[in-house]
């Protein structure tokens, strides 16, 4: 019998790695979370600019959120409601939004719920309303991380149900959106950031990366998509879960725990020799998407 779970901690498998731009679809299907990434001016935030820095603070806030401590969690809250203050609307934005937003961030953190309850469930089924409650409960640092109050966030499973209900039908995908989905779910964006260099990472594992993502979106994301699922697409995902969880037994789960307090150890690290957590903080004259900060390496590579 499988202990129940209580922490997020205890949520972890190795499908979470395989589901990080699912969740990042599912978190900016929300019109305003949505343009507020496609029109922002953060270079030093994006993973169209800084690939590997960027999985670097969305894996530290996730760490501190699960495994950190209060006084690391403040330290983080303090660095990103920083860096969001750069992510405003313009006049001519087509939805109006602040990077600050309480109410963007609770679907923001609603989803990284998800994402932490999506991996465990799909290998190993569902949970029992109790242990729902309990994990709604322990999730609350995802949604205060983020400039939203601790009362705001749910406190039972059903008041978490009946408040993803209630969002679903604001959801959607415009094409701006839909096409930074795309280019994150084929690795075509870390050829925006490193240029030709980045070019084998979308030709050797874009397409599975592609598939596992459209795997792990709820359906009704995928609808929004437009991206079709088969019978077939069903059965080979069962064959991947299989695996995964053979992996989990031996020695996945393990693996990924340890990244976990490494990261954390990283972070603190950080804190410790005064170094900004998130890096420093770039906003370009231009959008992301018009080129706006584009680095060195791509512009001198593509001529």
């Avoid at 959607?172 to 240029?195: C, K, M, N, Q, Y």
């Avoid at 990244?259 to 170094?275: K, N, S």
């Amino acid at each position: 019998m499988r202990r129940a779970p209580t922490t997020l901690f205890d949520l972890v498998t190795t499908l979470g790695l395989t589901s990080g731009v699912a969740n990042i679809i599912m978190q900016l299907s929300l019109p305003p979370v949505g343009y507020g990434v496609n029109e922002s001016r953060v270079a030093s935030g994006s993973p169209r600019r800084y690939p590997i820095k960027r999985a670097r603070t969305t894996g530290q806030y996730l760490v501190v959120a699960v495994i950190g401590t209060d006084a690391d969690r403040d330290l983080m809250r303090a660095e990103i409601a920083e860096a969001h203050k750069a992510v405003v609307s313009e006049p001519d934005s087509p939805v109006r939004y602040s990077g600050n937003s309480p109410e963007l961030q609770k679907w923001v953190a609603a989803c990284l719920f998800r994402f932490y309850l999506d991996q465990y469930t799909l290998l190993y089924g569902e949970l029992t309303e109790p242990e729902l409650d309990v994990l709604t409960r322990a999730a609350e640092p995802l949604a205060t991380g983020v400039n939203v109050r601790a009362r705001a966030w749910p406190t039972s499973w059903a008041e978490f149900a009946r408040y993803w209900e209630s969002r679903l039908g604001d959801l959607a995908i415009d094409p701006p959106v839909r096409h930074d989905f795309e280019t994150l779910s084929d690795l075509e964006f870390i050829v925006e950031a490193w240029g030709p260099l980045g070019k084998p990472f979308p030709m050797l594992l874009g397409p599975s990366y592609r598939y596992l993502t459209r795997a792990n979106l709820p359906a009704e994301f995928r609808d929004l998509m437009g991206w079709e699922w088969s019978e077939r697409d069903a059965r080979r995902f069962e064959r991947v879960k299989s695996v995964l969880r053979v992996a989990d037994r031996f020695g996945g789960r393990a693996y990924v725990r340890a990244v976990y307090r490494i990261q954390l150890a990283d972070f603190r690290i950080r804190v410790r020799l005064g170094m900004p957590v998130l890096g420093p903080l770039r906003v370009s004259d231009v959008p992301i998407k018009d080129g706006g900060a584009q680095r060195w390496i791509t512009r001198h590579l593509t001529g």
